[in-house]
């Protein structure tokens, strides 16, 4: 499969040598190579989003960084007619057969997860968002390791807050 843009070019194809069925390369126009990863399925839809790879079919959907790190990765209950990224690059209409919804992800973790080493928490929230099966619940559950829309107010530095000062 090929994909590209105004700015990149991706190939996805078998992968004769890896431990995954299937590898991808992504190459700047000037055709300097940016990424490669392996990939553990070829999805039917492949486009760039800004400086991400964005991958879906019926009811999967992954969204990995051109530094290879897989930033979404998500088995909706509901079947999929699209996914079309908007100007912003956290930004995107997921479109089924009964709704148009604009959902946005964060990328700023609570705690650092590393390009291939993820530390434990971060396959946890992985398995118990794969496990969860309702879009709703995996997002209440990924609030609790990223911040989202769902995510509570940060908490106020009661360090910097006098002793007997009224809240303002």
């Given at each position: 499969m090929v994909f590209?843009?105004?700015?990149?070019?991706?190939l996805i194809f078998e992968n004769s040598k890896g431990d995954t069925p299937y590898k991808m390369e992504v190459y700047s126009l000037s055709g300097e190579k940016i990424m490669s990863k392996e990939i553990e399925m070829n999805l039917d839809h492949v486009k760039f989003a800004g400086k991400n790879v964005l991958m879906y079919d019926d009811v999967t959907c992954e969204l990995i960084s051109l530094k290879g790190v897989v930033k979404f990765k998500h088995v909706?209950?509901?079947?999929?007619?699209?996914i079309v990224p908007m100007e912003s690059t956290n930004t995107f209409l997921l479109m089924t057969k009964n709704k148009i919804e604009e959902i946005s992800l964060r990328y700023s973790l609570k705690s650092p997860v590393t390009k291939n080493k993820q530390t434990a928490e971060a396959k946890e929230m992985c398995k118990r968002v794969l496990e969860s099966g309702d879009y709703y619940k995996a997002l209440l559950i990924i609030s609790e390791y990223v911040e989202t829309e769902l995510s509570?107010?940060?908490?106020?530095?009661?360090?910097?807050?006098?002793?007997?000062q009224p809240e303002r």
């Open positions: 590209y843009n105004e700015k990149y070019v991706g909706f209950t509901k079947q999929l007619d699209a509570p107010p940060p908490k106020e530095n009661k360090k910097t807050k006098k002793k007997n």
